[in-house]
């Protein structure tokens, strides 16, 4: 059964309520229990559901969250760096945690992949390519052929 229009409305509304909790830091509770969610999970799903639904639109949302995360990362950083840099082990230890977030957050750790092509490994390419395209050619052939020959039913 289709919602309609007025309930496709509502639940639009009190998905991007819930997103905007999400990045606001509210917990999945906290969702459920301000929107009236039957419980976390579903508050969860649906909030999960309408990032996969909407990404190109929800992507701002999920940049929005990303910068909020850097800007409270910052925050943090700047209440414990003059301990740090005067030597206090555990805010260092704190420091770099932080640092280590961020990096994470913004793909810093991730390997970098290079690839290195020769011409041989491109002609191999060119070669593996004509080849699948030269059998799909003759599939197609065989498949016309094969309907040429192919007795027509009687009619019923």
Known sequence: MVAS?????????????????KIEGATYTQIADALGYASRSAAHMDVKRSLEKHVIEEGLAIEAWRELELARLD?????????????????IEAALKILDRRAKLLGLDSAIRLEVLTVDALDAQIQRLEAELAASAI??????????????????
Request: proline share 6%; glycine share 6%.
């Open 75 to 91: 925050t943090l950083q700047q209440a414990i760096w003059d301990k740090a840099m005067g030597g206090d082990t555990r805010a």
């Open 5 to 21: 229009k007025a309930q496709q409305a509502a639940t639009a509304e009190r998905r991007a309520k819930a997103i905007r909790m």
């Open 139 to 156: 599939a197609a052939a065989d498949d016309k052929v094969g309907e040429a020959e192919a007795p027509e039913s009687p009619p019923s």
